[in-house]
């Protein structure tokens, strides 16, 4: 389910890409978006109304997705912190102290 959510977010996010970027900004920018590339298709007010609502959608889609994979993904992971992990190299403390090896007893 995550893998599904994680692909549409991407295909999302590079559709709200491409909407910002055909946007008509203050200072020309790319300019895409303008009437004169679209034909008789749409005026430019009704090609900007268009691609602001379409940011609007994807923005909200975005946000939804990205809320809902956080969610998903909670409590999955192991402890990020080496503080909250168990140490893996502590001796094990003995439960009886250890009895001295009998003396070897010499062969001549």
Do not use: K
């Not at 303008?34 to 268009?50: E, I």
């Not at 909670?74 to 503080?83: A, H, M, N, V, W």
């Amino acid at each position: 389910m995550t893998t599904v959510l994680l692909i549409i977010h991407l295909f999302v996010t590079l559709a709200l890409i491409g909407v910002v970027l055909l946007q008509r900004s203050e200072g020309g920018g790319l300019g895409i978006g303008s009437s004169q590339g679209m034909g008789s298709f749409m005026t430019g007010r009704g090609t900007a109304n268009l691609l602001t609502r379409a940011t609007a959608v994807l923005a909200a889609v975005f946000f939804v997705l990205s809320l809902s994979l956080a969610y998903l993904s909670r409590g999955t992971g192991q402890p990020r912190s080496i503080l909250d992990a168990p140490a893996l190299n502590t001796p094990a403390a003995p439960s009886a102290p250890a009895t001295p090896a009998p003396p070897a007893v010499p062969t001549n």
